[in-house]
């Protein structure tokens, strides 16, 4: 133990002396030196700390929104195990989960998952949207291109109402409108879909435009004034593809999907 305690004290004879010189110059800086250099590390940590919750990765929900019986669930079972899961009864609350693709299932690479989201589309569920919204990478708007023309009104309706909010709008949410059950000889094309889609939305814009004039809605406006509507004209990116949820082809979902959450 004599021999521990010796060394302690021929190190600290050795480390006194730099301990001296380092207070002597600390106190020899001039307080504006020493504020300015504190001030500096400051900011840089609270930048470091910015810069590392700016590279958090980008959200993996996809929301599935759309009329009642226009398929969302079976393109919601597609994507997570390849199955149409027929007679699925229509849910009053949302379906979600967050797996790999099903069709990634496979690849030897590391897949990163995906939060799905299939909304309800019973009208008075609706406004359940605007929890999943703000944390959304993208929607898809599912239409039924088999019964599309008694349903083109109710469809038009809901997607200006999903396209004029404010998160659509600010965060730029793209939108994917969807034609599904396209596997039916009778189902309607998705450029016959997407132009009367945008007719029906372009009256509804001058009706819903006069509204808010009166100061009876907030919401945002539509497109380009003097000019017909087209879906071109959003702030947000809005295409427009074709599927089968019951046969499985689902191939421009999953490009949709994994063009706004990486893997």
Known sequence: MDEIEQWKAKIQELVDPFQQQIQQKIQNIPDIQLYTAVAIIFVTLIL?????????KKSNTIILAGLSGSGKTVLFY?????????????SMEPNEGTFVLHSE?????K??????????GHSRLRPKLDDYLPQSAGLVFVVDALEFLSTCRAAAE???DILTKATVVKKKVPVLILCNKTEKVT?????????QLEKEID??????TAISDADISSEYTLGVPGQPFQFSQCT???TVGEASGLTGEISQVEQFIREHVKS
């Open 236 to 238: 947000n990116k809005v």
């Open 203 to 208: 009256k509804l814009r001058a009706s819903r």
């Open 158 to 160: 809901y997607l200006y």
């Open 48 to 56: 470091s700390v910015i810069v590392r919750l700016s590279k958090k």
């Open 105 to 109: 299932l496979n690849k030897k690479v």
């Open 111 to 120: 897949i990163r998952p995906v939060h799905i989201v299939d909304l309800p």
């Open 78 to 90: 597609q994507l997570q195990d390849g199955s149409s899961h027929q007679g699925t009864v229509t």
């Open 187 to 195: 189902a309607h094309s998705k450029e016959f879909i997407r132009k």
